[in-house]
């Protein structure tokens, strides 16, 4: 059995020019089963503590820059130190522009490490370095954003079909832009998004096991007096289920209905 303990708390502090978030986490993961891959060991606790702060800082009234800072001490895996650098203008014209970059680690899952037939004890963490630039506006009764990524990811995670347990991918890169937008058409509350990535593995230059390179959603919402019904839409593009590339998966597309009162 896995038991999973979260906490976290958060305070905002508004100043003259600036607004201030500081806050903290913990989280704790056991496990208790004598099935482990690790077959010395039957009992495994880790737990890690986070602290993190960032800052908002209005320059101009049309000029916004954002820092961020965090730690995060991990029992298994050590201390680990991410931030974030991101600006957003907007301009008489009513566009908005936006650019970033972010550092982030994440540690395996006990799943990851652990889980009977499947899990891979030697797992070691997941870093990356994010870059984004961006693009956003109205249009009608709508608003639209164009966003630009990359990420450049070290040891990242992944499934591997061929031996049934996740492996680490010494170097993965993911480019990609997402186009959304939102609004009203009507008298229906709209949502759609399409995303094109390109999700690599820098080794061998194939695409990531389980990652699409095309994905979108449509979704549209109704409310008549008490009730609220609407469906949505989402569709998946070819992707492959092992890191070689050998065994494909197609394409697919999933259509959701729900009513509420």
Do not use: C
Not at 63 to 75: K, M, Q, S
Not at 76 to 97: C, I, K, W
Not at 189 to 207: F, H, V
């Amino acid at each position: 059995t896995i038991e999973n303990t979260l906490a976290n708390t958060q305070w905002s502090i508004a100043l003259e020019n600036h607004h201030v978030t500081l806050g903290g986490a913990f989280e704790q993961e056991k496990l208790d089963d004598k099935t482990t891959n690790a077959a010395t060991i039957t009992k495994i606790d880790n737990k890690q503590w986070s602290l993190f702060a960032e800052d908002e800082w209005s320059l101009h009234p049309d000029f916004t820059l954002t820092t961020g800072l965090r730690v995060d001490d991990n029992e298994q895996f050590g201390n680990h130190f991410t931030g974030n650098l991101d600006y957003a203008l907007s301009t008489e014209s009513g566009l908005r522009f936006n650019a970033g970059l972010g550092t982030a680690f994440k540690a395996p899952s006990f799943n990851d490490l652990y889980y009977p037939g499947f899990g891979n004890p030697t797992l070691e963490v997941e870093s990356s370095t994010s870059y984004e630039v961006g693009v956003s506006g109205d249009a009608g009764s709508g608003s639209w954003a164009l966003r630009l990524f990359n990420t450049d990811i070290e040891d990242l995670v992944a499934y591997d079909a061929l031996t049934y347990a996740p492996v680490n991918l010494d170097h993965a890169v993911i480019d990609g832009l997402e186009l959304d937008w939102s609004g009203k058409l009507s008298g229906w509350q709209a949502a759609a998004g399409i995303a094109l990535m390109n999700p690599k593995d820098k080794a061998t230059g194939l695409q990531l096991a389980r990652r699409p390179k095309q994905s979108g959603q449509v979704r549209v919402d109704r409310r008549s007096g008490d009730w609220r019904y609407g469906f949505s839409t989402a569709y998946h593009g070819k992707r492959y289920d092992d890191k070689a590339n050998t065994v494909a998966l197609e394409s697919y597309t999933l259509i959701d209905g729900g009513i509420t009162y």
